[in-house]
């Protein structure tokens, strides 16, 4: 290609387009492919511009805790505090919970499915995740009321939420109306419920669809004790399209992300450090780690130079910079 071409290389693209691109790609290839490229896309990858959303979910169901901290840590200070939306399945304790709210500042979409916190840090950390319009602590069985009470106090723009139980995990349980009562009370701009396997009342979502007028999903599958007359929430809440109680195999989706999540970033580019590093997914044997199970256990991060992480991830054993 001549000098004089209209057309630039990919190396070439600036940070911003280049995350763009890079959010269609899978955590492995962010992390072991892209920064193998060139400097530029090296440079990008680790930039607010690739980590505006964070989904490791699939991931974090297999990592140890020390592990999962550390890659919290990388990829909120690659991510500028700039990323609107985090997936992570099953934070191990109280303390991660603590780690995302202290930065959380752009955060609009949080998705924390199995994860072991409770109704006491819920409380204590709420107020610093006031920007969440969506939620999601599904089978988060050490919370209950009062966390959910938490949030819809704290959130007030909260327009989604994701409440799902294992029909297990509530079997020792009389009812769960307290939880109804907690959403309908501090919840009223929902638009967006799941409430699968709760074991709710009638009371209970009438009251719901009483307060949160704004309803326009409702999920009860598996919710057996409840009993509404389909003519009358049609004629009281017509906006309202209810699923359940019976399970059933079509299901009604809906993608809240774009309406409840903020792209734009308040970082440019220009404030982050452009430090050199590779990451190092084991060279010849790279796609091992992703075939036997352990996923990104044992990736390899080699910051060349020090670089502005290289403290803190010292304990990893990292090996030695050439």
């Known amino acids: 290609m001549g000098e004089s071409s209209e057309f630039k290389g990919w190396e070439e693209l600036i940070p911003d387009a280049l995350g763009l691109i890079f959010r269609n790609l899978s955590l492995q290839d962010k992390l072991t492919v892209v920064p193998q490229v060139c400097k530029s896309w ?11 959303e964070i989904d490791i979910e699939e991931w974090s169901k297999q990592c140890e805790p020390d592990k ?23 934070l191990p304790n109280d303390s991660l919970f603590s780690l995302i709210a202290d930065h959380a500042g752009s955060l609009k979409t949080l998705e924390l499915p199995r994860s072991q916190i409770t109704d006491s840090m819920v409380e204590q950390v709420a107020p610093r995740l006031a920007g969440i319009t969506f939620l999601d ?20 723009s909260l327009v989604g939420l994701r409440r799902r139980m294992y029909p297990l995990a509530v079997a020792d349980k009389e009812s769960q109306d307290e939880e109804a009562h907690a959403i309908a009370s501090t919840m009223p701009k929902l638009r967006h419920l799941e409430t699968a396997y709760l074991l709710l ?5 009438v009251k719901i669809l009483s307060n949160c007028r704004e309803l ?5 599958r598996g919710c057996w004790e409840v009993k509404l007359d389909e003519k009358v929430v049609t004629e009281r809440y017509g906006r309202v399209k209810v699923l359940g109680p ?23 580019w220009e404030t982050m450090d452009e430090e050199e590093f590779v990451l190092d997914g084991g060279s010849d044997e790279e796609d091992g780690i992703w075939d036997d199970g352990d996923g990104l256990e044992n990736l390899e991060l ?10 803190a991830f010292a ?3 990292w090996p030695p910079s050439p």
């Open 42 to 52: 090296c440079r990008a990858v680790s930039g607010p511009y690739s980590w505006q």
């Open 68 to 90: 999962l901290e550390r890659m919290l840590h990388l990829l909120f200070s690659w991510s500028g505090r700039a990323f609107h939306r985090l997936c992570v399945s099953g």
């Open 137 to 156: 602590v599904s089978y988060c069985t050490k919370m209950g009321p009062r966390a959910l009470e938490a949030f819809g106090q704290s959130c007030r």
């Open 201 to 205: 009342s009638t009371a209970g979502v």
């Open 216 to 220: 326009e999903l409702l999920d009860l």
């Open 246 to 268: 019976n399970v059933v195999d079509h299901c009604y989706e809906r993608n809240l992300w774009e309406e409840c999540s903020d792209s734009e970033s308040v970082y440019s």
């Open 302 to 311: 080699r910051f060349y130079g020090g670089g502005p992480h290289a403290d």
């Open 315 to 317: 304990g990893f054993h």
